[in-house]
């Protein structure tokens, strides 16, 4: 699939639909506009720029879809119409699509517009003997301005690594397996420049990551811990951000096994975590961001088989806290708190982790948004994480951290319990990973947008590559406020 950019659409080319964005405030001005790219009169109708409407039409044998925006379109409600698009023209059998709009293009909407119109291309193919293949061949996105160009590039990278997450999530744990994940890091790695260390388990053992060892037991294949490096030499911040995700490659419950119904169909994505720390350290190195980041993956799969570990044993961890076991399904946060811990010695300036922790964040939020939490009483750069979600378009709904949910944890023979109670789930998870902490910290649970059972629009179904655009763009805005103190 070729997406480029174009001053003038060829209303001679075969086969090509062209679709056309209608803004409201573009009503009286734009007939004059359209005769400028075409000789040929439409009959405009004030209602065909009203959110919402569609129209097709066939213009001098060509195909022409008008889809209203209403008063100033959100950049979101641009992705939605991209999605449309391109959507309709495979459904109809073309091979060209020609973007166009009433409105003059910022360079935030053609990010936004070619982020979605890449995304919507996006299929998972590794084993389909008969794929099925997309007609549609190349986009035209029709425009004139400075930096819109390098914007519509910008956003069919943010796409692509997004991408590279998506089919890390999709991939089935008989090929991705914890090994098979740190070997998958060092091509991106590779690929995107960022440099890249994965340890096997003789090197876990001899950290004495006992949570990521712990989880590991019951599994024929051994554990990996990932870590991920780019550090440009004109990085604007001193201390490093550090972004840490779960790397669960598959998760039965071990032996507190799974009991629901469907309740582990997908658990293929409970690493949609550590994929989303891998696309957005393929994202900032694709778009050469002036930050220093390091991303920290511990990956395992979670199975009751071998010498699995078990409900009510302790279990020494990284930084010496023993853990009492009480539920082996809550494994996530096992490994999280050795990463955790094993941060602190890089003295990081702000850590994100972002796991598929708890069922009870998906009750909370569902789909379309994800739990936050964090022990950062400052505004700022909570602030500017939720603007990030807001932009593009993954949003966050802040719990407290409030000192009672430290006691639900507090056990009779270790130092903390791997589960609280029922009620507050996704909190008392988030305090567990807090205790291993010593810098400012900010936990996401993304369990809910992480996989999709249909299709929702430009995100697909299945894995859905969520937390790699929010942690590039929050980049973006770290690299701005420090760049400007």
């Given at each position: 699939m070729v997406i480029q950019f174009t001053a003038q659409p060829d209303f001679a080319a075969k086969n090509t639909l062209f679709a056309l964005l209608l803004a409201e405030e573009n009503v009286a001005d734009f007939p004059a506009h359209w005769a400028k790219w075409s000789n040929t009169?439409?009959?405009?109708?004030?209602?065909?720029?009203?959110?919402?409407?569609?129209?097709?039409?066939?213009?001098?044998?060509?195909?022409?879809?008008?889809?209203?925006m209403g008063l100033a379109p959100s950049l979101e409600k641009i992705r939605q119409a991209a999605h449309q698009m391109v959507s309709f023209a495979h459904s109809n059998g073309f091979e060209q699509l020609c973007v166009m709009s009433s409105f003059a293009w910022s360079p935030a909407q053609m990010v936004a517009l070619s982020e979605a119109l890449a995304l919507s291309t996006y299929t998972f193919l590794p084993y389909k003997t008969k794929p099925e293949t997309s007609p549609l061949e190349t986009i035209s996105v029709v425009g004139s301005g400075e930096g819109l160009e390098e914007a519509l590039q910008k956003g069919i990278s943010l796409a692509q690594v997004t991408s590279e997450a998506r089919d890390l999530v999709n991939e089935p744990v008989i090929t991705l397996t914890a090994t098979e994940l740190g070997n998958r890091i060092q091509q991106l790695g590779e690929t995107y420049g960022f440099s890249t260390e994965v340890m096997g388990?003789?090197?876990?053992?001899?950290l004495k990551m006992g949570g990521l060892l712990a989880v590991n037991y019951g599994?024929?294949?051994p554990p990996s811990f990932s870590i991920l490096s780019y550090e440009p030499e004109s990085a604007v911040n001193t201390q490093p951000l550090i972004l840490v995700g779960k790397g669960v490659v598959y998760d039965t419950g071990g032996l507190s096994l799974k009991p629901t119904a469907n309740s582990m169909d997908f658990m293929k994505a409970d690493m949609a975590g550590a994929a989303a720390v891998i696309g957005a350290m393929c994202g900032v190195a694709a778009l050469k961001l002036p930050y220093h980041v390091i991303g920290l993956v511990p990956a395992t799969d979670n199975?009751?088989?071998?010498?699995?570990?078990?409900?009510?044993?302790?279990?020494?961890?990284?930084?010496?806290?023993?853990?009492?076991?009480?539920?082996t399904d809550a494994e996530g946060r096992m490994l999280l708190a050795d990463a955790l811990a094993y941060a602190k010695q890089y003295k990081p300036g702000l850590v994100i982790d972002l796991a598929t922790l708890t069922g009870a964040s998906v009750v909370a939020v569902g789909s379309p948004g994800m739990a936050m939490m964090s022990n950062i009483e400052e505004a700022d750069t909570i602030e500017l994480l939720a603007a990030a979600g807001e932009e593009v378009y993954e949003r966050m709904v802040r719990f407290p951290?409030?000192?009672?949910?430290?006691?639900m944890l507090k056990s009779d023979i270790a130092d903390l319990?791997?589960?609280?109670?029922?009620?507050?789930?996704?909190?008392?998870?988030?305090?567990f990973l807090e205790h291993f902490t010593a810098y400012p910290w900010v936990h996401l649970d993304i369990a809910g947008p992480s996989w999709l059972q249909a299709p929702d629009s430009y995100r697909g179904k299945g894995g859905t590559g969520v937390g790699v655009r929010l942690l590039v763009a929050f980049i973006e805005k770290l690299m701005a406020r420090d760049q400007s103190a």
């Open positions: 009169a439409v009959p405009w109708e004030d209602a065909w720029f009203q959110k919402g409407k569609r129209k097709l039409q066939t213009l001098e044998g060509q195909s022409l879809l008008s889809l209203g388990k003789a090197k876990i053992e001899a599994s024929t294949e199975r009751p088989g071998l010498n699995a570990y078990t409900p009510g044993d302790v279990i020494h961890m990284y930084d010496g806290s023993t853990v009492e076991v009480l539920n951290l409030w000192e009672e949910y430290r006691g319990k791997n589960l609280g109670p029922r009620e507050g789930g996704a909190i008392t998870a988030a305090k």
